[in-house]
């Protein structure tokens, strides 16, 4: 199965790298797509940017991604956590083969740690942005000339310190959310498919580490909003993103998706919701409060519909309290490690 999914994806990085339409509310954009990440291929506008993937036992989707990414931006730095052995030298290769800059932890610095690598390493090599994309997400074709794009737009005051793109989560039923027709502050995005001013992250003193996974994307994007930035989502600048192991099941009327994150995960989101919510309440409490009613609807899916209920609710409840303790960091708990 593993090598019929690598021809799979195979074939479909050769497809990103011939000439592509990609069309957004009806508007096609033709893009020429390169793939060896040179200033040459890249598009005008976004020659100032770099991307990085962190990876962690990376699937052969790492190299749709990579080709994906590579025709957009001038350099692309991959931090690899602390794979395998074995998916470390299947990621060195495909590195390697595609002229990309992979550095290689000896241990998991969560992606905080990795984001602040890449982006100390771009600063120094001269860049403005970076991408960010997680290690099986696949960058639309144009995506960065989108997002750049809304920085020469915005007319707020504030600087825009992160530029995101609407995040729809895939919908089997193929529903299709409404796509706004102007540019967004918004309060807090997703990391996958932003792209963060560095001298915003500079600024902010980057990412917080403590949070180690989960939610470093948004304590980020609320301190660059407490030192003066905005965060701004880009219309026409779209994403397909799937939390966990979506599936869409029925109740009622309604037809819910429920994400089937492991228990550790699920223990990393109650833990650092619970820090975030410590952290940010009285800088934005109508946020914290929506956000507090999804962390209660996805607890009620899991009662209802996901399997191993018993372990994904005890590691919800033991993150709740190590959140109330103010724990943070990769955890020490033992029963989480040997579960990973």
Not at 133 to 146: E, I, N, S, Y
Not at 200 to 217: H, I, M, P
């Amino acid at each position: 199965m593993h090598g019929v999914a690598s021809a799979v994806c195979f074939v479909a990085a050769r497809y990103f790298v011939k000439e592509t339409q990609y069309a957004i509310g009806g508007h096609s954009e033709p893009v020429r797509a390169g793939v060896s990440g040179s200033q040459e291929t890249v598009a005008p506008g976004t020659r100032s940017v770099a991307a990085c993937i962190v990876s962690y036992n990376p699937g052969p989707e790492a190299r749709l991604t990579l080709y994906s990414v590579l025709p957009q931006v001038s350099k692309v730095f991959v931090i690899d956590n602390a794979s395998t052995r074995q998916s470390e030298m299947a990621l060195s290769d495909l590195c390697a083969e595609l002229s990309v800059a992979l550095t290689v932890n000896n241990e998991n610095t969560g992606v905080a740690g990795a984001f602040n690598q890449a982006a100390s390493m771009a600063i120094s090599q001269g860049y403005e942005w970076m991408l960010l994309m997680d290690q099986d997400t696949v960058a639309p074709v144009g995506l960065v000339q989108r997002l750049m794009r809304g920085v020469d737009r915005w007319g707020g005051i504030r600087l825009p310190a992160v530029l995101c793109p609407l995040s729809l989560e895939s919908d089997p039923s193929g529903h299709q959310s409404a796509v706004p027709d102007a540019d967004t502050a918004v309060g807090a995005c997703m990391s996958a498919g932003s792209m963060v001013r560095l001298a915003a992250w500079k600024a902010v003193g980057g990412y917080d580490e403590s949070f180690f996974v989960d939610y470093v994307d948004h304590d980020f994007c609320f301190r660059c909003r407490q030192h003066g930035w905005e965060v701004v989502q880009v219309c026409g600048a779209v994403m397909v993103h799937s939390p966990g192991s979506p599936i869409r099941h029925r109740f009622l009327w309604k037809r819910p998706a429920t994400s089937n994150r492991s228990a550790l995960r699920g223990y990393y989101m109650a833990r650092n919701r619970i820090l975030f919510y410590r952290k940010y309440w009285r800088f934005d409490t109508r946020w914290v409060l929506r956000d507090v009613c999804n962390a209660v609807k996805e607890v009620v899916l899991v009662v209802l519909f996901e399997s191993s209920k018993r372990e994904k609710l005890n590691a919800i409840g033991v993150g709740v309290l190590d959140g109330c303790r103010g724990l943070s960091g990769k955890t020490q708990r033992q029963w989480f490690v040997s579960k990973r």
